[in-house]
């Protein structure tokens, strides 16, 4: 698929069938977060692959119980055969920027303007999502509502951050948009400055 093709076709998909997704995809996936860039290349960052209707069913178990699977607008999302949660590491950050090359040994938090480490996390989530939609699949990102559930279900420690889950699988036909959709794209005049504001 042309790129193009892939940023014009990338949407969050909520509605997915129970096939499996085959493992060289999953591996591709996977492989591609870890093409993300980072600062100074610390690659602060961990994911979390559940696979599988027993794998996931734990996820969901434990951060969706059945009362908010309910309110929510979308139940074939808990058919997604693949989780993967996206982990970000400050402490990989703050080492590799004690090195040498970069030489801040204080490891002070202000040198750091913004969280890179979950900047990056993301972007290696955004290459995921890209990733599903070049091999015709769909996907969505959501957050983790309850970091200590999550640790304690899956044995994290307590360094990694959650920073999300992105849920992967085949789209169900006619997948209901979300009506945040109907706001459309921001016209390019409000968000796009050259040369300054």
Same mark, same amino acid.
């Given at each position: 698929m042309e790129f193009q093709d892939v940023v014009r076709k990338r949407k969050m998909v909520r509605s997915f069938e129970e096939r499996p997704v085959p493992r060289h995809v999953v591996d591709r996936i996977l492989a591609n977060a870890q093409r993300a860039p980072s600062a100074g290349f610390s690659q602060g960052w961990a994911f979390l692959a559940l696979e599988g209707p027993e794998q996931t069913a734990r996820y969901w178990d434990a951060?969706?119980?059945?009362?908010?699977?309910?309110?929510? +607008? &979308?139940? $074939? !999302?808990?058919?997604?055969?693949?989780?993967?949660?996206?982990?970000s590491h400050?402490?990989?950050?703050?080492?590799?920027?004690?090195?040498?090359?970069? +030489? &801040?040994? $204080? !490891?002070?938090?202000k040198r750091w303007p913004v969280p890179y480490w979950d900047i990056d996390t993301g972007m290696a989530a955004m290459l995921m999502l890209m990733t599903a939609v070049d091999a015709g699949l769909g996907a969505v990102f959501f957050g983790v509502n309850d970091q200590s559930k999550f640790r304690d279900t899956f044995g994290v420690p307590d360094e990694f951050s959650a920073i999300g889950t992105v849920a992967i699988g085949y789209p169900k036909p006619n997948d209901r948009p979300?009506?945040?959709?109907?706001?459309?794209?921001?016209?390019?005049?409000?968000?796009l400055h050259r040369g300054g504001w």
């Open positions: 951060l969706w119980p059945p009362e908010r699977r309910e309110a929510f +607008g &979308w139940p $074939d !999302m808990f058919k997604a055969p693949l989780l993967v949660v996206c982990l400050k402490r990989w950050y703050q080492l590799r920027y004690a090195e040498p090359d970069k +030489g &801040w040994t $204080d !490891m002070d938090d979300s009506p945040s959709l109907q706001r459309g794209h921001r016209p390019a005049e409000e968000v």
